[in-house]
């Protein structure tokens, strides 16, 4: 079956380190899409890509960074500069149109301790 | 970012209709959407709106757009305990496949 798997489904950080989110994707979505959510605030874009080794900042993309080396694959790290990574983080992708809508992996939930 | 806006919490009673409500502020949406999130998960696309339709009904669910107003509609006829969740409304911006997304209305049903 097609779908967005996002790992692991729950990450406990140290304070200063970084940590990547894994988001993999069989659908041949050309666009893939990095959202952070938290209680009360909706989803808020971090980074987005729309082809392999392209990618563009969303709204709150400091201390996050993202790669697309492959169509399939779009990983997020939360660096140490990013100064509250607690949250639950969404991964999700789209068609070229994306008319069709974002078909959104499980979440990771990330907690610094 | 575009402005999405929706109220926190609704609570009904099962069988019930629940009416979930949104507004936009971007007239050049193209479309609307409605997801549903249950608790720990991701979100699932429950159905969605071109900008130039009224009305969209698909089994228990129906979406009413004002474009006028910029005001999108969810209803739910004969709720259960299982459509509780938190639903969001979200616009296609216009640019490539940025979607905006409301903080979501949590549905409380009361059995």
């Known amino acids: 079956d097609g779908g967005i798997t996002q790992s692991p489904k729950y990450l406990f950080r140290k304070e200063g380190q970084n940590v990547t989110l894994s988001c993999e994707q069989n659908?041949?979505?050309?666009?893939m899409y990095w959202y952070r959510q938290d209680p009360g605030q909706g989803l808020r874009l971090i980074y987005y890509?729309?082809?392999?080794?392209?990618?563009q900042k969303g709204d709150i993309a400091e201390g996050y960074s993202v790669s697309r080396e492959k169509k399939e694959s779009f990983p997020l790290t939360v660096t140490s500069a990013q100064k509250n990574p607690t949250a639950f983080y969404l991964c999700?992708?789209?068609?070229?149109?994306?008319?069709?809508?974002?078909?959104f992996g499980s979440g990771t939930r990330l907690t610094v301790v | 970012g575009e402005d999405v806006e929706q109220s926190l919490f609704l609570s009904v009673r099962e069988g019930d209709s629940s009416v979930i409500n949104c507004t936009y502020t971007?007239?050049?949406?193209?479309?609307l959407y409605w997801y549903k999130q249950e608790p720990g998960a991701g979100l699932q696309l429950l159905t969605y709106i071109f900008s130039n339709m009224d009305m969209k009904q698909d089994q228990r669910l129906t979406v009413l757009l004002n474009k006028k107003d910029k005001h999108l509609s969810l209803r739910i006829a004969d709720t259960q305990t299982g459509d509780s969740a938190i639903y969001f409304c979200a616009e296609k911006a216009d640019n490539f496949n940025k979607f905006y997304f409301g903080s979501g209305t949590k549905l409380n049903v009361k059995p």
């Open positions: 971007d007239s050049s949406s193209t479309y």
């Open positions: 890509s729309q082809i392999v080794n392209d990618f």
């Open positions: 999700a992708s789209s068609p070229w149109t994306g008319t069709e809508g974002y078909t």
């Open positions: 659908l041949n979505h050309d666009a």
